[in-house]
């Protein structure tokens, strides 16, 4: 099991911008993945964004664009850059982590991102 602690959650504007963080216990270059999903009140978690060890990262249609992930694998810190926010963004935030065959994910504390004027 892999802890993951998140940082950086808040409240901003509509059109602000946040970074997320997440601090793995473990390399980070040793998993399969590593990335961020989301939930609302009321529904379910979705994925944000996937960063794969390989290179290739995918993103919910909805933030293409506006949110960047990326990682230093040397800190074991993985980061989502979230511009343009808007308030159908504001959610618990979750870093998650794919270790193991088959891949099995571990999940942070999750920060809460509020937009709202």
């Known amino acids: 099991q892999v802890q993951l602690v998140e940082s950086g959650g808040g409240l901003v504007q509509p059109g602000g911008s946040l970074r997320l963080s997440c601090a793995a216990s473990?390399?980070?270059?040793?998993?399969?993945?590593m990335g961020w999903y989301r939930q609302a009140p009321g529904k379910q978690r979705d994925l944000v964004a996937l960063?794969?060890?390989?290179?290739?990262?995918d993103y919910a249609d909805s933030v293409k664009g506006r949110f960047t992930a990326s990682r230093d694998n040397a800190k074991n810190t993985v980061y989502l850059q979230m511009h343009s926010l808007k308030p159908e963004d504001t959610a618990v935030y979750y870093c998650t982590a794919l270790t193991g065959v088959p891949p099995r994910p571990s999940w942070g504390q999750g920060t809460q991102v509020t937009v709202s004027s």
């Open positions: 960063s794969y060890t390989g290179g290739m990262t």
């Open positions: 473990v390399s980070i270059v040793s998993t399969t993945g």
